[in-house]
């Protein structure tokens, strides 16, 4: 089984053939095809080439599937005694892609 571990909007990512993966968003069509390069380890039956610090030659072709936002996350304050307290909400803007090539 070979997999791919690449970074994205400052996050790692570990990736087989076929998976489907929440990044970051891209202004990207649904269907558009999307390389992704900065691939830092290759494991390839069974064995591991690791970049320094990414791997030369290498790149993970994927399809963007459509985008979205995420769930509402609410943070929330308050502090005791002084009727006083803050809510905020925040929602993740992403782009659902599905893996569909690694090409070492």
Same mark, same amino acid.
């Not at 970074?7 to 390389?35: C, R, S, T």
């Given at each position: 089984?070979?997999?791919? *571990?690449?970074?994205?909007?400052?996050?790692?990512?570990?990736?087989?053939?076929?998976? *489907?993966?929440?990044?970051? &968003?891209?202004?990207?069509?649904?269907?558009?095809?999307? =390389?992704?390069?900065?691939?830092?380890?290759?494991?390839?039956?069974?064995?591991?080439?690791?970049?320094?610090?990414?791997? /030369?030659?290498? &790149?993970?072709?994927?399809?963007? *599937? /459509? =985008?979205?936002?995420?769930?509402?996350?609410?943070?929330? &304050?308050?502090?005791?005694?002084?009727?006083?307290?803050?809510?905020?909400?925040?929602?993740?803007?992403?782009?659902?892609?599905?893996?569909? &090539? *690694?090409?070492?």
């Amino acid at each position: 089984m070979s997999y791919a *571990i690449f970074k994205h909007g400052g996050k790692q990512y570990k990736v087989v053939e076929g998976d *489907i993966v929440l990044l970051d &968003k891209m202004d990207k069509e649904p269907k558009a095809l999307v =390389e992704l390069v900065e691939v830092l380890a290759v494991s390839k039956e069974g064995k591991l080439s690791c970049g320094k610090p990414f791997v /030369n030659g290498t &790149k993970i072709e994927a399809e963007v *599937i /459509n =985008e979205g936002r995420g769930k509402k996350v609410i943070t929330f &304050k308050k502090r005791r005694r002084k009727d006083s307290k803050t809510k905020r909400g925040f929602r993740r803007d992403f782009t659902r892609v599905r893996i569909t &090539k *690694i090409v070492a």
